[in-house]
């Protein structure tokens, strides 16, 4: 990699280039952005995971254009037309986008117009037109009329004159380069219903004709246009005045005005209406899908982060319900380490027998294994088994409702048979509910995560995009809470640092060979673990109650050495280090420093010895719906209810307030003040006070706000008498901002999140 390349990341992220040369070594050597992040923090002056993932991408942007360099390079020069002025400019082109517009002169293509007039010898009679000097135009014209060439007249002549011309203009890169910045300043995106299927398209409605600026289109409206168009029900056009281009193309070749110059004008004209015009908008439609692929990856990866980071229950003895009406409630038992002890089914909603029966099961199950807690999932029946089990009013057990998103798909995966063989999908799904109380993270790891609801259009972005962005967000969460060695499973084992999927099953094999790991420098012990992955993984490796201290801890073995010489100079042991503040405070980090360690690891370790592998995730807070608020029938408006955010768009937040259907709280509505990002305000997980604004019982719909009132603002009667009353200002406001009223469009209910995504985006435009 060039200097240049480096210099150019450098500027592009404020950094310097001895920071971005120091990543990218160890980027090319192996390690991974968590290991860096975490223990090479004086390498790369403290760069930390989001920088540094920053450094990969754009260096592999500009070797991704390096490869299309030379390989348009090599089709120039295969053509005999490479010249060194030529080559001069693909070497320097900066981005791709211009790279392209200079190769397609000499892009190999199919037979067009301009090729086929070029067959017939008018290359010269175009050169001519395009000089627009003061001559005889029908005399030149006649020069090229020949019949066994198929140029039957003057016309003819001129036309294929024009063809190519055409064709020079659009291929033009100046051109281009104008055309495209024009059209994404100035461009609109034009959508309209297709005819006949409006009633098909009504979740679409907003679409049925609607322009809106491309360069201010947010993400959610243009995946959903896109999605309208992809289903058929929904003309999605691109479009900009023609005024607007025009005169700029007009200034770069209209040089003259006399009949030469007409004929040139004629094949601008023809230029942009029939290829510049077309590609650009190919162009800028991927342009601007680009752009909203990255920003619904960007909302879909911060909520997936938000909830593998969700806070644990912990290692608890619980009892899961996966709940269900006709066919009962599946039942399991799981020890503290989530084993599986016992499963049976109860049927509480089946008439009274039911009800004392379930009541029966669940008391002998508690009473028997000592159960602490209880998770209940909130699909179908969720709410109606909640009540039914907290009116048991079981003492000291906590009964927590657990989102069972995707428990479906794990219960039917391979790695759900591999652990239960033995067991249908309904007892691994109650497994699932369970673990996920225990530790989200832990379970969620053997999700895809695009199934476990949390996204925006997830189905609809950069497949490829998409999964290195969650490859990313998982790898990421899992390093930062760190891993149990002797109990984690192979699934999560194989997003460590250093480690992956084939290493993860050989720990786990060696595992059951020899038992528990009793120190990390075992782990050298693994067939086919190396000193490479070695060091990349055994920082985010724990193991209780080993026999060296640090092992529970996220110091690095390669700076055990420096912990041990710190306390020999106390003369005290590693764990009086560990216990007593007062004896850590006696130690004076810079007299530990060297070439390799500096301040930031030391500063690193010195918070470890305090709290040796620390849970970086928030303590477990308990929470419960209203009671007597299940169905949506129940809701009124200017209800107050606690609430569950369960996922996060750009438009808002949709909240779980316990009626088996998600009320959203748009963006306007998320506090008293103005709201850009709503992750500013909430995260996945969070619990929430909301008041119900609306209700549409037959469509299914949920308004919500999470506004607090002002006690200083006058009485809505006051505002009423004035014609300024609250919703009326709130309606202001939501017009302002380009939003609709949530609810007010026939649409049917939903079951794809996506589907239901487009609906509210094309509401709140």
């Keep these: 990699m060039s200097t240049s390349h480096e210099f150019i990341v450098s500027q592009e992220l404020a950094l310097s280039e001895k920071q971005v040369n120091s990543t990218l070594a160890l980027l090319d050597e192996g390690a991974t952005i ?3 992040a975490r223990y090479r923090k004086e390498v790369t002056g403290s760069l930390d995971e989001v920088q540094i993932a920053a450094i990969r991408d754009h260096i592999q942007q500009l070797r991704d254009l390096d490869k299309r360099k030379e390989a348009v390079l090599k089709s120039i020069s295969d053509q005999g037309k490479l010249t060194p002025a030529l080559e001069e400019q693909v070497k320097t082109a900066e981005t791709m986008a211009i790279l392209e517009d200079i190769y397609l002169p000499y892009k190999p293509k199919r037979r067009t117009r301009a090729s086929m007039a070029r067959e017939k010898g008018l290359q010269p009679l175009a050169d001519i037109l395009l000089a627009q000097d003061k001559i005889d135009l029908d005399e030149a014209a006649a020069d090229y009329i020949d019949a066994e060439k198929g140029v039957n007249n003057l016309e003819e002549a001129l036309a294929g004159a024009r063809d190519i011309l055409a064709e020079q203009i659009a291929e033009d890169a100046e051109v281009r380069s104008h055309a495209r910045k024009i059209l994404m300043e100035k461009g609109k995106f034009v959508s309209r219903v297709v005819p006949g299927k409006e009633e098909a398209a009504l979740k679409y409605k907003d679409y049925f004709e609607w322009s809106e600026s491309l360069k201010d289109a947010p993400s959610h409206r ?67 899908r680009q752009r909203a692929d990255e920003e619904a990856i960007k909302v879909f990866a911060d909520n997936v982060r938000q909830l593998l980071l969700a806070a644990p229950l912990g290692q608890k003895r619980l009892l899961a319900i996966d709940p269900g009406f006709r066919t009962g409630c599946k039942t399991v038992v799981l020890d503290a380490q989530g084993n599986l002890l016992e499963n049976t089914a109860i049927f509480p909603h089946n008439g009274a027998g039911g009800m004392a029966e379930a009541e029966k099961t669940i008391k002998h199950l508690v009473t028997k294994y000592d159960v602490e807690a209880i998770a ?96 990313d967000t998982v790898i990421s969460c899992v390093n930062a809470v760190g891993v149990e060695l002797n109990t984690a499973s192979k699934q999560i084992l194989a997003y460590i640092s250093g480690l992956g999927p084939a290493l993860a099953q050989q720990i786990v094999n060696y595992r059951k060979e020899n038992g528990p790991f009793k120190s990390r420098r075992e782990l050298k012990k693994v067939p086919r673990l190396g000193d490479k992955a070695f060091e990349q993984a055994a920082g985010f490796l724990r193991i209780r109650n080993a026999a060296h201290p640090l092992d529970a801890s996220a110091v690095h073995p390669e700076r055990y050495a420096l912990v041990e010489q710190m306390a020999k100079d106390l003369k005290v042991s590693i764990e009086d280090l560990m216990k007593d503040d007062s004896l850590r405070k006696q130690v004076n980090l810079r007299n530990y420093t060297s070439e390799e360690v500096g301040l930031p690891t030391l500063n690193d370790i010195m918070a470890e010895l305090a709290k040796p592998g620390l849970d970086p995730r928030e303590k477990f807070e308990s929470f419960s719906f209203t009671e007597g608020v299940n169905k949506i029938s129940d809701l009124k408006v ?72 002002d006690k200083g603002q006058r009485k809505r009667s006051d505002y009423r008498e004035t014609g300024k009353s609250d919703q009326g200002k709130r309606d202001q406001g939501n017009r302002s901002h380009g939003k609709g009223n949530h609810g007010r469009r026939e649409v049917e209910p939903e079951t794809d999140m996506a589907s239901k995504l487009a609906a509210l985006a094309s509401k709140f435009k």
């Design 638 to 709: 200017g209800m107050k209810l606690p609430g569950i955010v369960t996922n996060i768009t750009n438009f808002g937040a949709f909240v779980d307030i316990g009626v088996h259907q998600d009320g959203l709280v748009h963006l306007s509505q998320l506090a008293n003040h103005y709201v850009s990002d709503p992750h500013e305000v909430v995260k996945v997980q969070q619990q929430v006070m909301v008041q119900v604004t609306e209700v549409d019982e037959r469509r299914n719909r949920i308004s919500l706000s999470m506004k607090t009132e």
């Design 376 to 471: 209940i999932g909130n699909g179908t029946a969720g709410r109606e088994t909640e009540d039914f089990v907290r009116k048991l009013q079981l003492s000291n057990v906590t009964v927590v409702m657990v989102n069972e998103s995707g428990a479906s798909i794990y219960s039917a995966s391979e790695t759900a048979r591999e652990e239960f063989p033995d067991y249908d999908v309904t007892v691994r799904g109650a497994v699932s509910i369970g673990r996920r109380l225990m530790d989200p993270l832990a379970e969620l790891v053997k999700i895809d995560p695009k199934s476990i609801g949390v996204g925006q259009y997830q189905h609809d972005v950069d497949q490829g995009k998409l999964q290195n962005a969650l490859d």
């Design 34 to 36: 968590p290991f860096i």
């Design 222 to 288: 243009v995946l959903a246009m896109r999605r309208g168009e992809k289903e058929e029900l929904l003309y999605l056009d691109v479009d900009v005045e023609e005024d607007q281009v025009l005169p700029g193309i007009e200034k770069q070749y209209i040089k003259a005005k006399n009949s030469s110059s007409e004929q040139v004008e004629l094949a601008l004209l023809d230029s942009y209406k029939r290829l510049l015009k077309p590609s650009m908008e190919t162009e800028v439609r991927v342009l601007t």
